[in-house]
């Protein structure tokens, strides 16, 4: 049973360039959730991804978007980077029971986000 | 929006003592959750409490949900160098995190 998968596991970017990260949810999951998670603080929500649509989104701006599959996979695009992007980027998988996601968060071993 | 804080930031103690973190919201949370991270690691799920008042054990911790669903509290008797990590609660209703309780335990 493969559990959550994130690609790359470090990548190194310069400021204004633009990143897209991974994410496979754990099997039997339909919903992905995405944090950043800078160094020696608490992963803060950026968004969440249910049946393809966005569900809930955190405090980031627009640079920051996403997508989610048919197959429950997702993407986290950040624009424009800037040099405060720099940080670990988690993603969490859920499954949604009676419309409500309330279970416990599965989640990868994460992206490692350098912005140069 | 919700606000989650959690106290202590840090914590060393000697192996053996005990631990215990705090977690406090500023709004009633339908549930909270508490996950370890361990160094380099990622979160890892340890417990979920539903109902005002909850007590829940495994083996050496002891999770507790305030009456008013506002506040959690984590608490590891006798700790051991494998209990070394970050502990964060979350409040389920808005996916927020806190910031973490780092335990380093001294041999």
């Known amino acids: 049973d493969a559990g959550v998968t994130q690609s790359p596991t470090h990548l190194i970017k310069t400021r204004g360039q633009q990143v897209t990260l991974r994410c496979s949810p754990k099997s039997g999951h339909d919903t992905v959730s995405w944090y950043q998670q800078a160094l020696g603080q608490g992963p803060q929500f950026i968004f969440q991804y249910y049946e393809e649509e966005e569900r809930q989104r955190g405090n980031f701006p627009d640079r920051f978007s996403g997508h989610q599959f048919p197959n429950y996979s997702s993407e986290l695009n950040v624009n424009a980077l800037l040099l405060g992007d720099s940080a670990l980027y988690l993603c969490?998988?859920?499954?949604?029971?009676?419309?409500?996601?309330?279970?416990?968060?599965?989640f990868g071993e994460g992206s490692r986000l350098t912005v140069l | 929006g919700q606000q989650v804080m959690q106290i202590p930031q840090y914590q060393h103690v000697q192996e053996g003592e005990d631990f215990t973190t705090y977690c406090n919201s500023s709004t009633t949370l339908s549930n909270i959750q508490w996950y370890k991270q361990r160094p380099g690691g990622h979160p890892v799920f340890l417990i979920q409490l539903v109902k005002s008042g909850e007590v829940k054990k495994q083996k050496r911790l002891t999770f507790q949900f305030g009456e008013a669903k506002k506040n959690s509290s984590l608490h590891i008797t006798a700790t051991q160098t494998t209990d070394v990590g970050t502990y964060f609660c979350a409040g389920r209703n808005d996916m927020r995190f806190g910031a973490g309780t780092r335990l380093t335990v001294k041999p």
């Open positions: 969490a998988s859920s499954l949604v029971r009676a419309n409500l996601d309330t279970g416990e968060l599965f």
